[in-house]
Structure formats: structure tokens, C-alpha cells
């Protein structure tokens, strides 16, 4: 079990960086934040962008941020969160990390390989 917030950042971001080969790129990869955005022209909410924001880390003093775009603009896909990462969401789509575990680790990649897929059949990325 993972408590430094330095170790949890770097976990949590080594399993967000393969998304830069998928089609996302990163605009802030510092040693306290990191975020993936697609660059592609959509539709979302009504409103045509020429972005859209996927996910992405900052370290804090008392924890890590995990803000997951899926969950604020489909709220429905909440049901496909694990229930145990869903007790870390505060907000619509913010999750705070105070600690992290291999099993911890496994459910944020899986809503990041649900989002990703997501995504692509959304034509977002």
C-alpha cells in the first residue's frame, strides 16, 4: 500500500501515459500535474469544440485528483466504475487518492480503458 502522495502521482500517471500513444496528448506533465486531452473537433453537449479533456492528476497537500472527464459529461457510465474507486469521487468526477494498492490501481485503469473506449466510440478521439 502506497501512501506518499509522490509515489501514488507517479503510479497513477505511468498508467495514464500510454493513453499519449492512443491519441491524446499531454499539455502539463509536471512532478505535480498531468492531463490528456484529444484534439479532435466534437459535438459534446450541445456545443462543437475543438477539444475535449479526458483525465488528469494534481498533486495536492492532503492528496492526489483524479478528474475523470467521462463521468462529468456521461454521467451514466458511473455504473461501469468499480464501486470501491467510486468511494473516492467527490464532486461529478473528481476522485481523491489519499492511498493506493495494486487493486486501486487496477480499477483506475479499467475506467480508463472504459473511458478511452468510450471515447473512440464516440468518435472523440
Known amino acids: ?3 506518499d502522495l509522490i509515489e501514488i502521482f ?3 500517471r505511468a498508467g495514464m501515459q ?3 500513444t492512443l491519441g491524446f496528448t499531454t499539455r502539463i506533465n509536471s512532478e505535480t500535474e498531468y ?3 484529444s484534439e479532435k473537433n466534437v459535438i459534446l453537449l450541445g ?3 475543438k477539444e475535449i479533456y479526458f483525465a488528469g492528476l494534481k498533486m495536492l497537500k492532503s492528496d492526489i485528483t483524479l478528474h475523470f ?3 462529468y459529461t456521461n454521467p451514466e457510465v458511473k455504473d461501469l466504475i468499480h464501486p470501491d474507486l467510486l468511494k473516492l469521487l467527490k464532486g461529478k468526477s ?3 487518492i489519499k492511498k493506493i494498492d495494486d487493486v486501486l490501481m487496477e480499477h483506475i485503469t479499467d475506467a ?3 473511458g478511452y473506449k468510450f471515447y473512440r466510440q464516440s468518435e472523440w478521439v
Open 1 to 3: 500500500m502506497k501512501t
Open 10 to 12: 507517479q503510479t497513477i
Open 18 to 20: 500510454p493513453y499519449e
Open 35 to 37: 492531463d490528456l486531452w
Open 47 to 49: 456545443r462543437e469544440r
Open 69 to 71: 472527464m467521462l463521468l
Open 94 to 96: 473528481c476522485f481523491h
Open 112 to 114: 480508463l480503458d472504459k
